[in-house]
């Protein structure tokens, strides 16, 4: 529902968001290498400053925004949608696990391979890494559902993060640090592309219901009303349940480590939860004879 270089724009602002999860992590290293890993709250002398000075710019100069606003009972509507919630499940699995990695990253690989990164700033110097990567490779995502179709992106995705979650698994049981890092480093774009690809496709699936209801005789301006209204609630409400995705990210791996000392299980559970991705991405959006991208 947006114009062809507004939703590349989209992207990548919101990939530079994204890369504020990378920027923690080199505030902490930088911070650890300074002080000592004694003094973690330092993190917060050089967050709040800022977080008071955006507060502010925003309050005083971002005065275009007059006409955005929630419309009455959009949240409400949108939850009645089945396409909402086969996007929110697969977001989990992409941005979910992009925000979930970003931040256990680097304990897994103290606590895994402690006898390598025994101290918080060895580990420090790669967690960085992954969330960079993903947050660069987002606006790809996007582009390349332009190309060839969200959907197809998609599905491929999230076989390649089944794959790479595999990986991970296999090195967790050999104790493989080389394998294991691969892993990561295949997820952590993969994640990018998948956010890409599935913000894609939230205005295509209201977009087609409308074009039905359109041609079965609906009214098309107001079919256009509603599936405009319909994708920019969807958009709000599929990052906070997608962001969620990260703490279920964690809670897994902290109870497969207290239960079983790996993260294995956890890495098992990620395979899993991809392969359901898959084959949502299958049977609701690419099964031949689906004559909608929403079918429930």
Not at 143 to 150: F, N, P, T, V, W
């Amino acid at each position: 529902s947006l114009p062809y270089g507004h939703r590349h724009e989209s992207h990548r602002i919101a990939a530079a968001g994204n890369l504020g999860v990378a920027a923690v992590q080199l505030v902490g290293l930088a911070v650890l290498a300074t002080i000592g890993k004694q003094h973690p709250r330092a993190i917060l002398a050089v967050y709040l400053p800022l977080v008071l000075i955006s507060a502010a710019c925003a309050w005083r100069y971002m005065d275009n925004l007059t006409g955005a606003r929630n419309e009455k009972r959009a949240l409400r509507d949108v939850t009645k949608q089945p396409h909402m919630w086969s996007v929110s499940w697969l977001y989990i699995g992409t941005f979910g696990s992009f925000i979930g990695f970003g931040f256990a990253f680097g304990q897994v690989l103290q606590v895994q391979f402690k006898d390598i990164f025994d101290t918080p700033v060895k580990a420090a110097y790669l967690t960085f890494l992954g969330p960079l990567l993903g947050s660069f490779m987002r606006p790809a995502g996007g582009k390349l559902a332009d190309r060839i179709g969200a959907t197809t992106v998609r599905f491929w995705t999230f076989l390649a993060m089944a794959i790479g979650a595999l990986l991970v698994a296999i090195a967790s049981v050999q104790k493989s640090l080389p394998l294991f890092l691969f892993g990561f480093i295949v997820l952590f774009p993969l994640t990018g592309i998948g956010n890409g690809s599935i913000y894609k496709m939230i205005p295509q699936g209201f977009r087609t219901n409308a074009d039905q209801a359109i041609a079965a005789g609906a009214d098309e301006l107001e079919e256009g009303r509603s599936a405009r209204r319909l994708t920019r609630a969807l958009i709000g409400l599929a990052g906070c349940i997608g962001a969620f995705g990260g703490v279920l990210v964690n809670l897994a791996l902290r109870q497969s480590f207290l239960t079983n000392g790996t993260g294995t299980a956890a890495y098992v559970g990620f395979i899993a939860y991809y392969l359901t991705c898959l084959g949502l991405t299958w049977v609701v959006y690419m099964r031949p004879g689906r004559s909608t991208l929403a079918a429930s």
